[in-house]
């Protein structure tokens, strides 16, 4: 579960180019759901991702993640509980490394790096099968660098290892921004499919209303740093198209 | 083979070491560390006030590359807590090194005549040049087994990704602070074990011997990257391997120059020139191709 309560973030305090972030979010996200964010540009829907992920530190409040208090927390600690998806599919993945080298990182997300070598028989065949799921012949190819991928399959690869380790919280920021139609759409069934079949808890970033529509199961809309819409399951379930892009009249 | 051409080996596989260090600064970890200057001369200077202090050198060996290791750890911090450029960092520490390196030897030479230096631990052959050869070889080998180890452990895929892509990394876990910090103090080690190995080749440790040893291990990396690059090689062991070999490259071409006749004070331009040359050739060789 993740708990805010009372986020503000400002950024140039005191300055005359002040920004308000978020400006005093309470917001409970409990374990299992899939909440997708929308928001226009400078709504503070990334920095409120960030300051869950602890990439910022917020100005004011307080963060539980799973009744703990993470607010002091840097990123790295973080990842006990946090996997992401960066909007830029270069960002989530090691390019030089290769695709097993990755998937070893991922697998310890939570744990020590130690000075043993981890990779053995049984790890590959745990990373082939996992990756056979995706259904892009991957699998063979698990000695590549990953950097000769293309942008989709690395952001499918980058949601994949998000489950190697025991962490349960994912955090996608626009993770389909920089991909085509066709790979977006493996993307998002993919998430769809962790959350539901893993209950891994899901937050989405996304800017296209149709995602938005289809997919989660709870919607919240972002303005000026404050939450202007929080719609549940069963409200959501009942929203046409027409009515969230009405919302951006 | 001419004495030329097997000093030149000797040499290449004494700053072998050195080479390494400057592989996992600059290929691992993507950092410009020039403590190298510093601490190469660190680990000769350490070696000498020891050696001649009688000290058994297989004591000095852990000792000198403590001395490189805490080096790199103070260009670490530099760089990692107070958020300065890499390069001014090293440029610090190298420069204060300058100082401690002299206080440490008590005077610019100090010269290691009738000491029983690691080089003669072994005598398996007749000829002490062999003998010097095999030891050499016998340290490096050890070094390749254990470096190629350490990076295809866990916590080497974690320095590689450090290097690669830090904003995964951090998103993996891994301090990218604490693991920058370790990855100096092992290469400015490494560095420390060639001064170690370069002081008693050569039979003194001299102040000044570090200026511009960076560009050496720098060149050996240059050679090394071109060559992986050439051959598409990924393999961690064989990119170490690459590194001897560009260290080896180095040192012969030094060689030739002499055995041309070159004169000696022209040795740090010809250094610098094959360098350049290095690092052009890639890019005006793609520029010809695009212009054909």
């Given at each position: 579960m993740i708990s805010l309560q009372k986020i503000s973030k400002f950024f140039n305090k005191g300055k005359t180019n002040e920004v308000t972030a978020l400006n005093n979010i309470s917001?409970?996200?409990?374990?299992g759901e899939f909440v997708v964010v929308i928001g226009a540009n400078g709504s503070g829907k990334t920095t409120l991702l960030n300051i869950i992920a602890g990439v910022e530190m917020?100005?004011?409040?307080?963060i539980e993640i799973n009744g703990n208090d993470v607010t002091p927390l840097p990123e790295y600690k973080r990842s006990r509980w946090v996997a992401r998806?960066?909007?830029n599919p270069n960002n989530g993945t090691a390019p030089d490394l290769t695709i097993l080298d990755n998937f070893r990182l991922a697998a310890l997300r939570t744990q020590r790096k130690n000075m043993t070598i981890g990779i053995n028989a049984a790890f590959k065949k745990k990373v082939q099968e996992k990756i056979s799921e995706l259904g892009m012949g991957l699998e063979n190819k698990i000695n590549q660098p990953m950097g000769n991928l293309s942008g989709g399959q690395r952001q499918a690869l980058t949601l994949l290892m998000s489950v190697m380790d025991d962490t349960n919280i994912l955090l996608l920021d626009e993770p389909t921004a920089a991909l085509?139609?066709?790979?977006?759409?493996?993307v998002l069934k993919l998430a769809d499919k962790l959350n539901k079949d893993l209950g891994m808890t899901t937050i989405l970033i996304t800017h296209n209303i149709k995602d938005a529509h289809q997919?989660?199961?709870?919607?919240?809309?972002?303005?000026?740093?404050?939450?202007?819409?929080?719609?549940?399951?069963?409200?959501?379930s009942r929203l046409s198209l027409p009515d969230i892009f009405e919302w951006f009249g | 083979m001419s004495q030329f051409y097997l000093t030149a080996l000797q040499l290449s596989i004494c700053l072998g070491p050195m080479a390494l260090g400057i592989f996992i600064t600059m290929k691992i970890f993507n950092i410009?560390?020039?403590?190298?200057d510093g601490s190469y001369t660190l680990g000769a200077v350490v070696t000498a006030v020891l050696l001649s202090n009688h000290w058994p050198?297989?004591?000095v060996l852990p000792l000198c590359m403590i001395a490189g290791s805490v080096a790199g750890i103070c260009t670490a911090l530099i760089h990692t807590k107070l958020r300065i450029?890499?390069?001014?960092?090293?440029?610090?520490v190298m420069t204060g090194l300058y100082s401690v390196n002299l206080i440490i030897l008590g005077r610019s030479n100090v010269p290691l005549i009738n000491i029983h230096s690691i080089f003669n631990t072994l005598s398996i052959f007749n000829n002490d040049i062999y003998n010097q050869l095999f030891v050499a070889l016998l340290i490096i080998i050890v070094l390749i087994f254990l470096l190629r180890y350490l990076l295809l452990t866990d916590f080497g895929i974690g320095m590689r990704a450090t290097g690669n892509n830090p904003i995964m990394t951090k998103s993996m876990g891994i301090n990218n602070d604490f693991i920058k910090i370790i990855g100096l103090a092992i290469a400015n080690a490494l560095t420390a074990l060639s001064g170690f190995l370069v002081a008693q080749y050569q039979s003194f440790a001299d102040i000044n011997m570090g200026i511009g040893i960076v560009i050496t291990g720098l060149g050996s990396v240059l050679i090394a990257d071109a060559l992986r690059i050439w051959m598409n090689v990924s393999n961690i062991g064989l990119q170490i391997l690459f590194v001897l070999a560009g260290s080896l490259i180095f040192q012969l071409v030094l060689a030739f120059s002499l055995a041309m006749g070159i004169d000696p004070n022209f040795l740090k331009l010809v250094t610098a020139l094959f360098v350049l040359f290095i690092v052009a050739l890639p890019r005006v060789s793609s520029q010809l191709k695009r212009a054909s």
């Open positions: 917001l409970q996200i409990n374990e917020p100005s004011l409040g307080k998806v960066f909007q085509d139609p066709k790979s977006a759409l493996v997919y989660g199961n709870r919607l919240i809309q972002l303005n000026e740093g404050k939450i202007l819409r929080d719609i549940n399951a069963e409200m959501k | 410009p560390d020039i403590t190298t050198v297989l004591a450029d890499a390069l001014l960092a090293g440029i610090l």
